[in-house]
T-cell receptor, first 111, second 112 residues
Framework: QKEVEQNSGPLSVPEGAIASLNCTYS??????FFWYRQYSGKSPELIMS????GDKEDGRFTAQLNKASQYVSLLIRDSQPSDSATYLC???????????FGKGTKLTVNP | DGGITQSPKYLFRKEGQNVTLSCEQN?????MYWYRQDPGQGLRLIYY???????QKGDIAEGYSVSREKKESFPLTVTSAQKNPTAFYLC???????????FGPGTRLTVL
């Protein structure tokens, strides 16, 4: 069974700080990596996708991928209370159409 | 206005009943998926379909059935054989194997 592991948290940061969310995966054949944000009681919302090693920036969000270490992370700069949510890491299972999800990290940004 | 719709938003089932959850997309995506989410748990794959008239079991298919007669629609039936069906059910779709997967708003099913 291919696995995706995330820090379970909860992670608490003050408003304006950088939040760092981490994810490791076991399948070396994985080629697509995604971060979703899920507010309580709502469905997951895609916030970042990354396909190659290195950094990808979109506004306050930066995704980092290191395939050699099987590690993907999400940095949220200038964290806002509205960023408080559970963040799900998802990785394409090599050779299939399936995504494998981590259990998520709950982030709380304190005003 | 493209997107994925799920209905109903809330559903209540009595013991021994089958219920069907609707999922429709107008994104022209080939692949569609059904997930189940329990409190404090990640998403678990129930069934997925890559093309019309074809679907595959996911990790927890027992007690569920699906059909894919149209590209736009992928309904999920929760049968009486599913002993613990109370959960949040999420439908998703994606264009291709490496593309982003987008979710509908979900259906919350409760067994009375």
């Amino acid at each position: 069974q291919k696995e995706v592991e995330q820090n379970s948290g909860p992670l608490s940061v003050p408003e304006g700080a950088i939040a760092s969310l981490n994810c490791t995966y076991s399948d070396r054949g994985s080629q697509s990596f995604f971060w979703y944000r899920q507010y309580s009681g709502k469905s997951p919302e895609l916030i970042m996708s990354i396909y190659s090693n290195g950094d990808k920036e979109d506004g306050r969000f930066t995704a980092q991928l290191n395939k050699a270490s099987q590690y993907v992370s999400l940095l949220i700069r200038d964290s806002q209370p509205s960023d408080s949510a559970t963040y799900l890491c998802a990785v394409t299972q090599g050779g299939s159409e399936k995504l494998v999800f981590g259990k998520g990290t709950k982030l709380t940004v304190n005003p | 206005d493209g997107g994925i719709t799920q209905s109903p938003k809330y559903l209540f089932r009595k013991e021994g009943q089958n219920v069907t959850l609707s999922c429709e997309q107008n994104l022209n995506h080939d692949a569609m998926y059904w997930y189940r989410q329990d409190p404090g748990q990640g998403l678990r794959l129930i069934y997925y379909s890559q093309i019309v008239n074809d679907f595959q079991k996911g990790d927890i298919a027992e007690g569920y059935s699906v059909s894919r007669e149209k590209k736009e629609s992928f309904p999920l039936t929760v049968t009486s054989a599913q002993k613990n069906p109370t959960a949040f059910y999420l439908c998703a779709s994606r264009r291709g194997a490496f593309d982003e997967q987008f979710f509908g708003p979900g259906t919350r099913l409760t067994v009375l």
